[in-house]
């Protein structure tokens, strides 16, 4: 197979060079003083990007799952009620971790295609009159479905209850590619990783804790060592960390932050926004249909698709492996040899994303789709042509 070639799955993304050049770096010892030079701006720089200032961002050595577990067990007790929403696959698993950590779980089942249903969280926050209900979780973007949810919506529901539960955001495949607003979302827990905007290996779960968030952490009665935010959060205090930090990646998140800054957060948004439309005309000419139901769940990060009656998306997703070398996201859970996804997040450019729609687009016609070769490629062409110099496009 072709090293060469792009991923076009939702996480990890590519790494540019720019990033992969600053992990490659010797090992310092991390008790050495100058560690801190290289730590403390990574943590200051990250609160920029998750919006916050009275926040404060600690990170684990872990997947995005980590993250989840760091959340729950930091923050509640074996027995508390959380209210969850399940409209796909990722929700789906963070819903597992609650109900294995012996949480009382309330789930609100919905149509996997919709996105977190600000209107039911009220209902069910205004009925909870003894006010059970400790958090309310949220997936800010559904990467097995390509939704994306509205987050203040569903604090303006809790604000409208007068609820006092704490709000916690997923936000691993949306942070660093579409906007999120930490402090004026009035979201208490924020969870990301390093292998998605950030552009890095899979390593760091990143946690946002707010100030309230922080305060019930000291009546958290979940067993926790690892993730124990109070052991991260004194560590980090004296320019340090409670274990072994993952140097390499926190070298790399440092450049990532540099790259994303240097392009700028809003137009970061912008050029994701931009690829995402490119690939809606791409699917709208193809004559097939996203998941997502309706423009405002649109995700700009990825795009779940399904594939017409009568054909296989893992069929299609490793034929354009085997015959072309490229990675394409297969259906996850109910969407499995449904729906196929293309991730369009992290460090990529119009160009790149063109060259992802033509493999699918062969694949396809291989395949015998009714899917005219070619077509889909020219609707994306005709609109980054018309949209060119809205977003600078990096991958430097
Ligand atoms: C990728 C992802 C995660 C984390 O998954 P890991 O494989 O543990 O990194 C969590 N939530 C969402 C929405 C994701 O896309």
Not at 21 to 38: C, G, K, N, S
Not at 267 to 289: C, D, M, P, S, T
Request: include cysteine; hydrophobic fraction near 45%.
């Amino acid at each position: 197979m072709s090293g060469q070639n792009p991923v076009f799955i939702p996480g990890p993304t590519n790494i540019p060079d720019r990033l992969r050049r600053a992990m490659d770096v010797q090992t310092t010892d991390h008790r050495a003083p100058d560690f801190v030079e290289l730590f403390a701006p990574v943590l200051s720089n990250l609160k920029k990007v998750f919006k916050t200032e009275s926040g404060q961002v600690v990170l684990f050595p872990a997947s995005g799952t980590g993250g989840w577990e760091a959340a729950i067990t930091n923050i509640l007790s074996p027995g508390d009620k959380v209210l969850i929403a399940r409209y796909g696959m990722f929700s789906h698993r963070w819903i597992d971790l609650c109900q294995r950590h012996n949480l009382d779980v309330e789930v609100i089942e919905c149509e996997w295609g919709t996105g977190a249903p600000a209107d039911l969280f009220a209902e069910r926050l205004s009925a909870d009159t003894e006010h059970r209900i400790k958090a309310v979780l949220v997936t800010h973007n559904e990467t097995a479905t390509g939704v994306l949810s509205d987050i203040n919506a569903v604090r303006e529901a809790m604000n409208a209850s007068s609820h006092p539960a704490l709000l916690f955001v997923d936000c691993v495949s949306s942070l660093a590619s579409m906007d999120f607003r930490m402090e004026e979302w009035g979201v208490d827990l924020a969870i990301a990783g390093s292998q998605k905007g950030f552009m890095l290996t899979t390593g760091v779960a990143i946690v946002a804790f707010s100030e309230k968030a922080i305060e019930a952490t000291r009546s958290a009665t979940c067993p926790r060592t690892f993730f124990d935010f109070g052991d991260m959060a004194g560590a980090n205090a004296r320019g340090g960390f409670p274990y072994t930090p993952p140097l390499q990646l926190i070298h790399g998140l440092s450049a990532a932050m540099e790259m994303l800054f240097d392009e700028g957060l809003d137009n970061v948004f912008a050029r994701h926004f931009r690829l995402a439309e490119g690939v809606r005309q791409a699917v709208k000419a193809w004559g097939l249909r996203l998941c997502a139901k309706s423009p405002e769940l649109y995700s700009d990060s990825v795009s779940a698709i399904f594939v017409p009656e009568g054909f296989n998306s893992d069929e299609l997703t490793n034929h354009a492996y085997d015959a072309y070398s490229v990675s394409f996201g297969v259906g996850l859970g109910e969407m499995g040899g449904k729906a196929f996804r293309i991730g369009h997040l992290g460090s990529l450019t119009d160009v790149m994303v063109l060259s992802g729609l033509a493999t699918i687009e062969m694949a396809m016609v291989d395949l015998d789709y009714p899917v005219q070769l070619g077509s889909g490629v020219a609707a994306a062409q005709d609109y980054y042509r018309k949209t060119t110099g809205l977003a600078l496009s990096q991958a430097a």
